[in-house]
């Protein structure tokens, strides 16, 4: 769990000195309002986007898998041949089939590209789940892959992050410049970056139901592939 903390604040702290770096060159401002678009743009699509790119390479490293290049035993052949099969059926490529050890039962699918995905299973799913209920779990990780939801997902996260950080920014000049009588601060005292501190949680906190409503609705459709895949019994 510490490995995969240490990766993702590494990963963001390296996208947010990238993007300054950007907004730097450019000379980008972000007190005026295109400047705020812009730099909201670079941040809220940038940490997704890097996320969606970095994905498996990230998975890897964090959890630790055993990617299966060539199967050593009946349980890695079986893995495989079930994943090709369904990667077929959906019109996908052959996604990386891996391993992780954990006592939980779960799966997880991710990558960027359809084509270029990574399924990958615990060894716990692996111990307490029979051939058909895993093959149930395992055709749902590949229809989230044909439905191209780390895409989607990695887009959505863009958009409602920049809607965040523009709004929170607006509505905390507005509110600063309530509060000091009128006076345009320049949204650069401490009570401005407070007030956008607290709006950001709290306009963030919104935006998380919104991602978290699409990603309840991306499951079922999962489901359902996963029905027409491995079959509905």
Partial sequence: MLKRIVLFLATNLAVLALLSVIMAVFGINPQSMSGLLVM???FGFGGAIVSLLSSKWVAKRAARLH?????????????????ARQAQAAGIGMPEVA????????????????????VAVSTGLLRGM????????????????AN??????????????TFVIVLARVVGRAVDGYLSGGRDNGGGGLAYYAIVLVLDLVFGLFAS??????SRHREFRADAGGAALAGRE
């Fill in 99 to 118: 391993i992780y050890d954990a006592p939980e039962i779960n799966a997880f699918a991710t990558g960027a590209n359809r084509n270029n995905a990574l």
């Fill in 209 to 214: 139901m919104i991602a978290m409503w699409f």
């Fill in 40 to 42: 909201a743009a670079l």
């Fill in 67 to 83: 990617v299966i290049t060539q199967p050593r035993s009946d349980v890695e052949r079986w893995l495989v041949d079930t994943v």
């Fill in 148 to 161: 191209g939801d780390m895409v989607t997902m990695a887009l959505l996260q863009g958009v409602l992050n």
């Fill in 130 to 145: 029979d051939p058909d209920e895993a093959e149930a779990v395992l055709a749902h990780e590949v229809s989230h892959v």
